[in-house]
């Protein structure tokens, strides 16, 4: 027997709530969190107030709807390979840090975003208890769960048995995702200044980074 498809309210629902995140994203982005309103939001996606409140009760339930599908399509794709990866721990962070790559050169654009709404996240997320994150992310995977997989078992004898694992660790992730928010505001004008593109940049930067913390890598 075939499987009933969803009710037409529900998918009319499901495609309002993708209308709204959309619209919201593009104005997020071009305006900045602190100028969008609830009444621009509504505007935005064609809607009354009343309407946009009977999905998200404030802007930043918008905002953090926005951030969980994003990280909800990355995370599916990301997190099975990683958790089924057998290499060593120089091959996990070669892994994670080329994943995100790959997600700049397929959107860079979603970058911008991450880019206005990585205030929010870091209020959200230092919080004691992390109650306001919970609240609004659930109990979805973060980068706290990256971290807890890329340091398993760290000194195999792949990377340098110097590094603390949690401190370089933590600083590749964030080292890297702070280039990819900065990167689609300057991509330009290192095209004109240096020929350069962003993805050049950012693809001898994970070279660089990579070859940094690799048992291997010659010292002169």
């Given at each position: ?165 949690v401190p370089t660790v933590v600083s590749l992730i964030y080292g890297t995702l702070i280039l990819l928010l900065y990167l689609p505001k300057c991509s330009d004008s290192l095209s004109i200044k240096y020929g350069l593109s962003g993805r050049q940049l ?19």
């Amino acid at each position: 027997m075939a499987p009933k498809e969803p009710h037409k309210y529900v998918r009319h629902s499901e495609s309002q709530r993708t209308l709204i995140l959309a619209r919201a994203e593009e104005l997020f982005v071009q305006r900045g969190v602190e100028h969008v309103t609830m009444s621009d939001l509504a505007a935005a996606a064609g809607m009354t107030r009343a309407t946009l409140y009977r999905y998200y009760e404030n802007k930043e339930r918008v905002l953090w709807a926005i951030y969980n599908q994003q990280i909800d399509v990355f995370y599916r794709t990301f997190l099975p390979q990683l958790e089924s990866q057998a290499g060593t721990t120089y091959e996990r962070l070669a892994f994670y840090l080329h994943l995100l790559l790959d997600l700049y050169r397929k959107d860079p654009d979603s970058f911008r975003f991450w880019d206005v709404f990585f205030q929010t996240y870091q209020e959200a997320t230092t919080q004691p208890g992390q109650k306001v994150y919970r609240d609004l992310h659930g109990d979805g995977f973060g980068t706290g769960d990256v971290v807890r997989l890329l340091t398993r078992n760290f000194h195999d004898g792949s990377v340098k048995p110097e590094l603390d694992p949690v401190p370089t660790v933590v600083s590749l992730i964030y080292g890297t995702l702070i280039l990819l928010l900065y990167l689609p505001k300057c991509s330009d004008s290192l095209s004109i200044k240096y020929g350069l593109s962003g993805r050049q940049l950012l693809e001898f930067y994970l070279d660089a980074l990579l070859a940094s913390v690799r048992a291997d890598t010659p010292r002169r």
